[in-house]
């Protein structure tokens, strides 16, 4: 109707719709569109009608029906003569090319694209679901990781909130879920409420394609694979690794999971079977997570545990909570797993990952606890009471296949010494090796032993009572740093010494006042520019101290300044302080904002903008309050006589 421009449903024909759907194109403009076009097109039109108060007409259904057979009929032909691609949609990722993926994206050093990575592959869910993970979601039990889902795509009405179970790779750690999360927690810190999502901003699965894309055409080996699996990096997007997972899941070994497993792990549906005659059950999803964590399901380590504590003491929640402060209630269990599993893999990371990256500026790594805590993870311990869930029978059978066959090598050399020992008691049985040889060694043993005692104690005594006194801990801190020689004199850094601006500010806070134990660099805030070489650096270390001034200043006026904090006490102080530099959470645009992944250098550039920005609305009130008072003549006059602050020329010349 022109004169409304409201379409008359009553007016459509099935020539009309036909005309209208015959007008779409694919991406090139030219050729025949894919099937899902037409699909979205027939689902807008019975929606269209729907809004309408009415339903699509039987013979326009059964005419667009007719038209979208012709279409395939079309595009099958053209697939035949390979004038257009023969798989539609974008491109599947093989597994093999996904392990590629997550070890490249962690030693590029980009978190969020790696943890993002890991999960949608795992979960085999859509990247918008991923985006939406929040602390809730999530919890621990057993040895599996579960994440349950309230509403997807598939599932408006929330009716499947079964848990999706997903399982450690401690022998690939780059493709360990757990291991991923581990990072990205330590790095940007953990959910501090239950409401709280894991990756903050907005539209975070279009970051994820565009930073996962720059990396597949950067890397030269990813970009290599690529082009041998017949794809582009234009084929590979979000919904690729949904599609990656499925494959793998079904035809990745020939004992793979049953379909039905499958489809309700990815939330697909099951017309006229779903929920009624095949509904989930734990055990079939347990065996789909093991099968995308990566693990090899023709080895024993089908089965492997994750690394975990022998015991979860105060010494280990203390430790979550100086590594993850401040984390919401209800998460401890998911943190005890991702603390143990960076422990487990501290050596992995120390020989994969580059001496900058964020992880080792967290404080597991800058205050020693990774090394301390080493000796308490494994992934098993004599009596463990953790036992692996999701492993098929054939795991069983292979793990003892494999002792039987240790057990037939080592066979002969058991044999061997078994009859040696046999030999050598009856010899000594017989006599010809009498007792009384035996008895005069042994008391020859024993007075060297006794007096070798008599010696330590002598030197130990003499040692006590000579001994200074124990240092105290501020003593002891200052042991563990390191001072180097360049330039004629002593510095608290190397001469090579690069402060990293993209640090969070909760990371630089704590090296501000505690220091990096792994490097032996004392606290930053001894820094100052003759410290470091060039223009650049020393502008560095006065921007930090201009970002760490009004923290330290608000927390003494609060009275919750420390000289010598711990580290918990940092995180504390940090809590308290952080609001004096903090900004604001949606954009000028209104756009959420990503407050935990900010660097430093952003963040002080936010300060300072918000300072200029008080400083002109205070010039502001002066001057009308100057006119009220005296007249606008008087303004000009001021503006004459006084001289305008820096940067406010302007503003005083109006």
Same mark, same amino acid.
């Given at each position: 109707d022109p004169s409304t421009f409201v379409i008359n449903t009553a007016a459509l024909t099935s020539d009309i719709v036909e005309v209208w759907m015959s007008g779409f194109k694919a991406k090139d403009g030219t050729s025949v569109p894919s099937k899902s076009v037409h699909g979205?097109?027939?689902?807008?039109?019975?929606?269209?009608?729907?809004?309408?108060?009415?339903?699509?007409?039987?013979?326009?259904?059964?005419?667009?029906?007719?038209?979208?057979?012709? =279409?395939?009929?079309?595009?099958?032909?053209?697939?035949? %003569?390979?004038?257009?691609?023969? @798989?539609?949609?974008?491109?599947?990722?093989?597994?093999?090319?996904?392990?590629?993926?997550?070890?490249?994206?962690?030693?590029?050093?980009?978190?969020?694209?790696?943890? $993002?990575? #890991?999960?949608? +592959?795992? /979960?085999? #869910?859509?990247?918008?679901?991923?985006?939406?993970?929040?602390?809730?979601?999530?919890?621990?039990?057993?040895?599996?990781?579960?994440?349950?889902?309230?509403?997807?795509?598939?599932?408006?009405?929330?009716?499947?909130?079964?848990?999706?179970?997903?399982?450690?790779?401690?022998?690939?750690?780059?493709?360990?879920?757990?291991?991923?999360?581990?990072?990205?927690?330590?790095? !940007?810190?953990?959910?501090?409420?239950?409401?709280?999502?894991?990756?903050?901003?907005?539209?975070?699965?279009?970051?994820?394609?565009? &930073? /996962?894309? &720059?990396?597949?055409? @950067?890397?030269?080996?990813?970009?290599?694979?690529?082009?041998?699996?017949?794809?582009?990096?234009?084929?590979?997007?979000?919904?690729?690794?949904?599609?990656?997972?499925?494959?793998y899941c079904a035809g990745g070994s020939t004992m793979g999971p049953s379909t039905a497993t499958v489809l309700l792990r990815g939330g697909w549906r099951q017309d006229g079977m779903d929920q009624k005659y095949v509904r989930y059950e734990h055990a079939g999803d347990q065996l789909v997570g093991r099968y995308l964590s990566m693990l090899d399901v023709s080895s024993p380590t089908f089965a492997t545990l994750p690394p975990h504590f022998e015991a979860v003491d105060d010494d280990v929640l203390n430790a979550v909570r100086?590594? !993850?402060?401040?984390?919401?209630?209800?998460? @401890?269990?998911?943190? =005890?797993?991702?603390?143990?599993?960076?422990?487990?893999?501290?050596?992995?990371?120390?020989?994969?990952?580059?001496?900058?990256?964020?992880?080792?500026?967290?404080?597991? !790594? %800058?205050?020693?606890?990774?090394?301390?805590?080493?000796?308490?993870?494994?992934?098993? !311990?004599?009596?463990?009471?953790?036992?692996?869930?999701?492993?098929?029978?054939?795991?069983?059978?292979?793990?003892?296949?494999?002792?039987? &066959?240790?057990?037939?090598?080592?066979?002969?050399?058991?044999?061997?010494?078994?009859?040696?020992?046999?030999?050598?008691?009856?010899?000594?049985?017989?006599?010809?090796?009498?007792?009384?040889?035996?008895?005069?060694?042994?008391?020859?043993? *024993?007075?060297?032993?006794?007096?070798?005692?008599?010696?330590?104690?002598?030197?130990?005594?003499?040692?006590?009572?000579?001994?200074?006194?124990?240092?105290?801990?501020?003593?002891?801190?200052?042991? *563990? $740093?390191?001072?180097?020689? +360049?330039?004629?004199?002593?510095?608290? #850094?190397?001469?090579?010494?690069? /402060?990293?601006?993209?640090?969070p500010p909760a990371t630089l806070f704590q090296l501000y006042l505690l220091g990096d134990e792994q490097e032996r660099i004392g606290p930053y805030k001894m820094l100052t520019s003759q410290d470091v070489v060039g223009k650049q650096a020393k502008a560095r270390v006065s921007d930090m101290h201009k970002l760490m001034e009004p923290i330290i200043d608000s927390l003494k006026k609060q009275h919750h300044w420390h000289h010598q904090p711990t580290v918990h006490e940092v995180n504390t102080m940090w809590e308290r302080g952080k609001t004096v530099i903090r900004g604001n959470e949606r954009s000028n645009k209104g756009k959420k904002r990503r407050l935990k992944e900010m660097a430093w250098t952003t963040a002080l550039k936010e300060y300072r903008k918000r300072g200029r920005e008080s400083n002109d609305q205070d010039d502001d009130n002066d001057l009308h309050s100057s006119a009220d008072q005296h007249g606008a003549e008087s303004v000009d006059a001021v503006g004459v006589a006084r001289r305008p602050p820096k940067g406010k020329g302007e503003l005083y010349e109006k």
């Amino acid at each position: 109707d022109p004169s409304t421009f409201v379409i008359n449903t009553a007016a459509l024909t099935s020539d009309i719709v036909e005309v209208w759907m015959s007008g779409f194109k694919a991406k090139d403009g030219t050729s025949v569109p894919s099937k899902s076009v037409h699909g979205t097109a027939m689902s807008a039109l019975s929606a269209f009608y729907q809004q309408h108060g009415t339903l699509l007409p039987d013979v326009m259904r059964a005419s667009v029906k007719q038209f979208t057979k012709g =279409v395939a009929r079309t595009r099958a032909e053209l697939k035949q %003569t390979g004038e257009i691609p023969l @798989e539609e949609g974008k491109a599947h990722v093989p597994g093999d090319l996904y392990l590629t993926i997550v070890r490249a994206l962690l030693t590029n050093g980009d978190v969020f694209c790696h943890v $993002f990575c #890991v999960l949608a +592959w795992n /979960l085999m #869910v859509r990247v918008s679901n991923v985006a939406s993970l929040c602390a809730a979601n999530f919890s621990f039990s057993e040895d599996s990781l579960q994440v349950a889902y309230v509403k997807h795509k598939a599932d408006q009405e929330g009716e499947r909130t079964d848990p999706k179970h997903c399982y450690a790779n401690p022998l690939n750690p780059a493709a360990c879920v757990i291991t991923a999360l581990g990072i990205h927690f330590a790095c !940007f810190g953990a959910p501090k409420r239950r409401t709280d999502v894991l990756f903050e901003g907005q539209r975070q699965h279009d970051r994820f394609v565009r &930073k /996962l894309r &720059k990396v597949l055409n @950067e890397d030269k080996e990813l970009k290599g694979l690529i082009d041998r699996q017949g794809i582009t990096v234009d084929d590979i997007a979000s919904h690729s690794l949904r599609k990656g997972g499925r494959s793998y899941c079904a035809g990745g070994s020939t004992m793979g999971p049953s379909t039905a497993t499958v489809l309700l792990r990815g939330g697909w549906r099951q017309d006229g079977m779903d929920q009624k005659y095949v509904r989930y059950e734990h055990a079939g999803d347990q065996l789909v997570g093991r099968y995308l964590s990566m693990l090899d399901v023709s080895s024993p380590t089908f089965a492997t545990l994750p690394p975990h504590f022998e015991a979860v003491d105060d010494d280990v929640l203390n430790a979550v909570r100086l590594v !993850f402060p401040d984390a919401a209630e209800g998460f @401890e269990g998911v943190l =005890v797993t991702c603390l143990a599993s960076l422990v487990y893999h501290r050596a992995y990371f120390r020989e994969t990952l580059a001496p900058a990256h964020k992880l080792f500026k967290t404080t597991l !790594f %800058t205050q020693g606890l990774a090394d301390k805590l080493g000796p308490r993870v494994a992934l098993s !311990f004599p009596g463990d009471v953790m036992r692996s869930t999701g492993v098929p029978p054939i795991t069983q059978i292979l793990g003892d296949l494999q002792d039987l &066959k240790q057990t037939v090598a080592t066979f002969p050399t058991l044999v061997g010494n078994t009859l040696h020992e046999e030999l050598e008691k009856r010899q000594f049985d017989a006599g010809q090796l009498t007792r009384e040889v035996v008895e005069t060694l042994v008391k020859d043993m *024993q007075t060297k032993v006794v007096a070798e005692i008599g010696s330590l104690r002598n030197g130990l005594h003499a040692a006590v009572a000579g001994a200074p006194a124990a240092p105290n801990a501020g003593q002891q801190a200052n042991d *563990q $740093f390191q001072r180097w020689m +360049w330039g004629g004199q002593m510095h608290p #850094v190397p001469e090579e010494f690069d /402060l990293d601006t993209s640090l969070p500010p909760a990371t630089l806070f704590q090296l501000y006042l505690l220091g990096d134990e792994q490097e032996r660099i004392g606290p930053y805030k001894m820094l100052t520019s003759q410290d470091v070489v060039g223009k650049q650096a020393k502008a560095r270390v006065s921007d930090m101290h201009k970002l760490m001034e009004p923290i330290i200043d608000s927390l003494k006026k609060q009275h919750h300044w420390h000289h010598q904090p711990t580290v918990h006490e940092v995180n504390t102080m940090w809590e308290r302080g952080k609001t004096v530099i903090r900004g604001n959470e949606r954009s000028n645009k209104g756009k959420k904002r990503r407050l935990k992944e900010m660097a430093w250098t952003t963040a002080l550039k936010e300060y300072r903008k918000r300072g200029r920005e008080s400083n002109d609305q205070d010039d502001d009130n002066d001057l009308h309050s100057s006119a009220d008072q005296h007249g606008a003549e008087s303004v000009d006059a001021v503006g004459v006589a006084r001289r305008p602050p820096k940067g406010k020329g302007e503003l005083y010349e109006k």
